[in-house]
């Protein structure tokens, strides 16, 4: 049991994160945005987001289960996902290149089965440990909760699947091998659990991986991300190239210029990241179609959602 000194330390910290976050909700609040700028889609990034102390509180981990559970929950059109390819050759939900980042494990997903992986436990540091007790999930199980959500709303929510390829425990030179297997994989899993094709966003940073998915996964929209400002006129090109259906922009990368010069060539454009109200306000200024915002509840108060 907890000494009561313990329990009062945790109860007055629990008190200083919770007075922050109203604090920090109340001073951000403001105008809503033109309704010229309302017709975006808001989809949750990885979930609800990351780890964040405000703006919002958010103690669950990025692609976690909960974490999904909860951006829908708000309202939200649908979540960006983090997947990637077990050593057995299984869809797993994870962000980060390592599990020494953020749960109790060790090495890539690329070295440890499924079975393994989903033993794992997130670890978040404080205060976020308090709140959560998530581990690693399959895109399987995903997919059999949305299922049955669907069943019991009427609505499948749009599934923007953010593929992680490059193997940071590769050997050197071989850092995408295993993206064929994860696209065969990926459509497996997508064609057993029936997922509606116009409800799917598959984007990776690897344009050699378009035909892939476009072979194992016909019909499902495809994108190239773009993260770093030097990459967008080859990212926009590359997506010409290959004819796939939209773009997935940085939200330092994206201006008002160059989303019409997207739009213009006949791509849609989806941006990632914002916090802030003025961050995102920024975004919504450059007209996107969908955002995928790591602060659900400011995109849906500015939207007047």
């Known amino acids: 049991m907890l000494s009561r000194k313990k329990k009062l330390s945790w109860g007055l910290g629990l008190l200083v994160v919770l007075s922050l976050v109203v604090a920090w909700q109340w001073l951000s609040a403001g105008e809503k945005v033109p309704p010229v700028e309302r017709q975006v889609l808001v989809v949750g990034h ?99 909760q949305l299922q049955r959500r669907a069943r019991r709303t009427g609505r499948y929510p749009l599934l923007h699947l953010d593929l992680h390829e490059h193997d940071d425990c590769a050997p050197e030179g071989q850092a995408y091998r295993r993206s064929p297997a994860l696209a065969r994989a990926l459509g497996r899993v997508l064609r057993r659990f029936r997922v509606p094709a116009d409800r799917l966003l598959i984007l990776t940073d690897h344009p050699q991986t378009l035909p892939l998915l476009r072979a194992a996964v016909p019909g499902a929209p495809l994108a190239v991300e773009i993260a770093k400002d030097d990459e967008f006129a080859k990212g926009v090109q590359a997506a010409r190239e290959q004819a796939v259906e939209a773009i997935v922009v940085h939200k330092d990368v994206i201006t008002p210029a160059r989303s019409a010069a997207a739009r213009a060539a006949g791509l849609e454009v989806v941006v990632f990241g914002g916090r802030s109200s003025a961050s995102i306000r920024r975004i919504l200024a450059c007209r996107p179609d969908a955002i995928e915002v790591d602060n659900v509840p400011q995109l849906l108060t500015l939207l007047g959602r």
Do not use: K
């Open 46 to 144: 990885a979930g609800s987001g990351f780890f964040t102390p405000i703006n919002p509180f958010n103690p669950l981990p990025p692609s976690s289960l909960r974490g999904i559970a909860h951006a829908l929950d708000q309202g939200v059109d649908g979540v960006e996902i983090d997947v990637q390819l077990s050593q057995d050759s299984i869809p797993i939900l994870y962000h980060d290149p390592r599990f020494d980042s953020m749960t109790d494990g060790h090495g890539c997903v690329s070295e440890l089965p499924a079975a393994a992986i989903t033993a794992l436990h997130y670890h978040g540091g404080w205060p976020y440990d308090w709140f959560q007790q998530e581990q690693p999930a399959t895109f399987e199980t995903l997919l059999g």
